[in-house]
């Protein structure tokens, strides 16, 4: 449900700007706030869950994620659907580590093992089929409430996983002895809300001095937190993960990967929608090969990992890759173009991603130690959504900022540019991870 509204926002954004008078600023803030949000509590909340205990955090999540639902599809206005997306992001994570940390507690050992095999594709899935979801609900228009039942549907599954987790999950009390670094937390969240706040701010109403000095804040808050990094007791990064060469190469590609899948699918969305005067339900369609191409390759993946070992993620990146130089082209090409031409070039930018998304994770904690895994696990996770609210704010900033002068077909194509080049220092970086699944990297 968490991971389904973390992209509903893709194919629904330009519907719900003009409903509520947000204009692009809106677009930016609404898949950058979930992200932001969940990404910083990602960090915290296994570690609330182990204090607290499991059964409570995962029940405060999924009342909060319910309420935060109804706030988002009642919305009058910009400022109340930005702030209930914040809230959904906050409580959808504390959701996510619970549910894993429960799995561990309660499975047979052989069981563990298949259980989590099914976790991870079934979030990539959500992920991808979100948009397509999002169109057709908007476009059955329930009860004439049009992009809002992509939100209040969320209150109809909440009640139900309510009831059922309050009935089923067992109790945990948690260790009350187990510290938490608040005010790294905190550090890490000012460092987020002001370099969204000034790329936003900048892109719709020029790089002024309120801009630029929320950046600078940002990069203060930056500083500060790797500051308490190394100076906490308990920080909510292990230095121990830092010195792991694989696990640091894995972090910095992950920051950079998923900042650039998350603006893209974004940029691709409102761009089919505004660029090419696509419906919400037709926006969404045309999204549905990439969601196909990622499952696909998902498949694949397990049976060519031993073999080719890292260099899955290069032929995902140069597939990737190719996808984008057929969509640039296509474009280009703007006068005599179709929505549905441009199916291949997006299936195949789907099928490169699903080399990528996984591997990345598995080789970056692939020698990680046991008792440090959990710890480098919620450090990747939220830094795939800290990561993927930057790249969408960034590329929505520069897609817009183009616009204006240029217009979209203008925009997108140097939006392509940026992300192939991207696309580029990844491979670069790629090549610092472990040659093999598990290989030692210090």
């Known amino acids: 449900m968490d991971m389904l509204d973390l992209t509903v926002t893709n194919i629904a954004a330009p519907s719900i700007s003009q409903t509520l008078s947000g204009g692009q600023m809106l677009m930016q803030w609404l898949g950058a706030a979930y992200a932001l949000a969940m990404g910083v509590f990602l960090i915290i909340g296994g570690r609330l869950g182990d204090k607290y205990g499991q059964r409570k955090l995962f029940l405060i999540g999924i009342a909060g994620f319910t309420v935060s639902s109804l706030s988002c599809g009642l919305s009058l206005n910009p400022t109340m659907i930005i702030i209930s997306r914040l809230a959904q992001g906050a409580f959808g994570a504390m959701m996510i580590p619970q549910g894993m940390a429960i799995m561990a507690e309660n499975f047979p050992r052989d069981m563990l093992t298949k259980a989590f095999a099914f976790f991870g594709p079934i979030i990539s899935i959500s992920m991808v089929l979100g948009p397509i979801f999002a169109g057709f609900l908007i476009n059955a228009d329930i009860l004439h409430t049009g992009w809002r039942s992509i939100f209040l549907i969320n209150v109809f599954l909440g009640v139900i996983g309510f009831i059922i987790a309050y009935r089923v999950l067992p109790k945990n009390n948690?260790?009350?002895?187990?510290?938490?670094?608040?005010?790294?937390?905190?550090f890490l969240g000012g460092m987020m809300l002001f370099l969204l706040y000034g790329l936003i701010e900048g892109s719709n109403n020029g790089w002024s001095t309120i801009s630029l000095f929320s950046i600078g804040m940002g990069i203060l808050f930056l500083c500060l937190f790797s500051w308490r990094q190394t100076t906490a007791t308990h920080p909510l990064i292990k230095p121990s993960l830092l010195k792991n060469r694989g696990f640091t190469a894995g972090l910095t590609l992950g920051l950079v990967y998923f900042a650039v899948v998350s603006g893209l699918n974004y940029i691709i969305s409102i761009f089919l929608q505004l660029g090419l005067g696509a419906s919400p339900f037709e926006a969404s369609l045309e999204m549905s090969p990439l969601a196909i191409g990622v499952i696909i390759s998902s498949i694949?993946?397990?049976?060519?990992?031993?073999?080719?070992g890292r260099e899955v993620i290069s032929i995902g990146l140069l597939t990737t890759a190719v996808g984008l130089f057929l969509f640039y082209i296509l474009i280009n090409q703007a006068a005599t173009?179709?929505?549905?031409?441009?199916?291949?070039?997006i299936f195949i930018i789907g099928f490169g991603m699903g080399f990528c998304i996984g591997t990345l994770f598995d080789f970056a904690i692939g020698d990680i130690s046991p008792d440090e895994a959990g710890s480098a696990s919620g450090s990747l996770s939220a830094a795939q959504q800290l990561s993927g609210s930057i790249g969408i704010a960034a590329m929505t900033s520069v897609f817009f900022l183009s616009t204006k002068s240029e217009g979209f077909v203008y925009s997108m194509l140097q939006n392509l540019i940026l992300i192939i080049v991207a696309m580029a220092v990844c491979f670069a970086i790629v090549r610092f991870l472990p040659k093999k699944r598990g290989e030692a990297q210090h």
Request: aromatic share 10%; proline share 6%.
């Open 174 to 186: 948690g260790d009350r002895s187990i510290n938490l670094d608040w005010l790294g937390s905190g």
């Open 300 to 308: 694949i993946v397990p049976k060519l990992i031993n073999k080719l």
């Open 337 to 345: 173009i179709t929505l549905w031409s441009l199916f291949p070039s």
